[in-house]
């Protein structure tokens, strides 16, 4: 029922927006919703084959994000929403892939260093020549031949299990002071050495790529899961000195780390206004859509560059207003609140630190390019995940949400067998 709901939202959107930019209903609306529903039936009862007691809230919920911002690419670019249409059906497919490989997700706690050394090659390959593509002042994508993608998407994902495998395993360690320097006992530093330089080596890549908004992403998922698996308020307070001390030297030292926190302090400066104007016309356009929106097909937002990926939200803002804006919050306050209920639902430490892990990238990520784009952090340019353009960020989160599927349906099957066990116990 929930996924009809969004059948008919999606459609009702696609076909204002026709209405209100054009003046007539699209003639191609059949097959639009034709495959909208076929693609999405079919993943529903693919996934109540292979995970029968999953979660009934995390796919409509992406499929409606995913709806809407379909809705505005075709706005704005129609054949890029072809690409986004094509990409959805591939990433419908690895959802259904991904469930029946992950059988066990506590089998994934085998692979820790496999994940860590995979996360780590996947953020090397856009470095390499002639193979790695500069956009935009970050070097993030990998062309192979009329394809491109961000290998980073796929890396986070492997991050998470592996911070997960790590912490599960060396909790009591990290969470217990036993060496003494002078009065003070601290954590031993050789258990924390291996996840400092896993979490380095990969924030000295982003870096070399000039890429703040997964640096980020990265820092506060390893910081987060950190103080999850610990309880230390030892371990926030150096990740704050970390994080002040790190974030000084990318600023002397990274142009692109300067450009962007010298936009955010302030964006109306001569040099600034020189360079680029674009959140500033995404502010214009959140302006425009006041309250209700200017309807969707009626806004002005083709101006701004970047529209369909970095500054979708702007577009949504502009045409569905502030109810529109905290519709897409909603949302992702869904999406994270079921995945964390999830991730407290599960019954070993790794796989509820890998729940929470796979949770916290999706919502972390859609916080900082929100914020971003209204004045609360540096402007990120990440995508908003299943909003934005992009096939490989949009392949990676649906990904996140067949583990999450998986995730929850075991905690299900546990939880249906020990309430047969306290039975025959009884």
Same mark, same amino acid.
Do not use: C
């Given at each position: ?6 059948w ?26 034709a ?42 670019n ?17 959802v ?12 994934l ?35 192979v ?8 998407e ?5 991050m ?7 912490f ?16 003070r ?12 330089i896993?979490?380095?080596?990969s ?9 703040i ?28 000195a ?5 974030g ?6 990274f ?25 500033i ?12 929106g ?14 369909t ?12 207003? &502030? !109810?529109?804006? #905290? ?8 999406f994270? %609140? $079921?995945? @964390? /209920? ?44 299943f ?15 067949? &583990? !999450?599927?998986? #995730?929850s ?8 067998? %020990? $309430?047969? @066990? /306290?039975?025959?116990?009884?």
């Amino acid at each position: 029922m929930l996924l009809v709901a969004v059948w008919v939202l999606t459609g009702g959107f696609y076909i204002l927006a026709s209405l209100g930019a054009q003046g007539v209903i699209p003639a191609h609306i059949g097959y639009f919703f034709a495959a909208m529903v076929a693609i999405s039936l079919a993943l529903h009862v693919a996934v109540r084959f292979l995970a029968p007691r999953s979660s009934q809230i995390l796919l409509p919920v992406a499929a409606l994000l995913n709806g809407i911002g379909f809705v505005e690419i075709s706005r704005w670019n129609p054949p890029l929403a072809s690409l986004q249409a094509m990409w959805f059906g591939i990433s419908a497919l690895a959802v259904v892939i991904t469930l029946l490989i992950v059988r066990h997700t506590r089998d994934l706690d085998r692979y820790r260093y496999i994940s860590l050394t995979g996360a780590v090659i996947l953020l090397l390959l856009p470095l390499i020549p002639h193979f790695g593509v500069n956009i935009n002042g970050a070097r993030l994508w990998v062309v192979v031949g009329p394809f491109s993608f961000q290998p980073v998407e796929i890396a986070k994902i492997l991050m998470a299990f592996f911070f997960a495998s790590y912490f599960a395993a060396n909790r009591e360690l990290l969470s217990t002071p036993t060496q003494r320097i002078g009065n003070r006992l601290i954590v031993p530093p050789r258990v924390l050495l291996p996840i400092l330089i896993a979490w380095g080596l990969s924030i000295a890549i982003l870096g070399a790529e000039n890429d703040i908004g997964f640096a980020m992403l990265l820092f506060a998922l390893f910081v987060t899961m950190l103080w999850l698996a610990t309880g230390l308020k030892t371990y926030i307070a150096m990740a704050v000195a970390m994080f002040a001390v790190g974030g000084a030297a990318a600023y002397q030292f990274f142009p692109q780390v300067h450009a962007r926190v010298s936009l955010w302090l302030n964006p109306w400066s001569s040099y600034n206004l020189s360079h680029t104007t674009q959140l500033i016309d995404g502010w214009f356009s959140l302006a425009a859509g006041g309250v209700t929106g200017t309807g969707l097909g009626l806004g002005q937002s083709g101006n701004i560059p970047f529209i369909t990926s970095d500054m979708i939200f702007a577009a949504v803002g502009e045409e569905l207003g &502030l !109810l529109g804006v #905290i519709l897409i919050l909603a949302l992702f306050a869904a999406f994270v %609140g $079921e995945g @964390l /209920a999830i991730a407290q639902r599960a019954h070993s430490d790794f796989v509820r630190l890998a729940a929470t892990g796979l949770t916290l990238t999706m919502g972390l990520q859609s916080f900082f390019i929100m914020a971003g784009i209204l004045r609360l952090l540096p402007f990120t340019g990440i995508t908003l995940p299943f909003v934005a353009y992009g096939g490989s960020s949009l392949f990676a989160n649906y990904i996140v949400v067949a &583990l !999450l599927l998986r #995730i929850s349906d075991e905690n299900a099957q546990e939880r249906r067998g %020990g $309430e047969i @066990l /306290a039975l025959r116990f009884d």
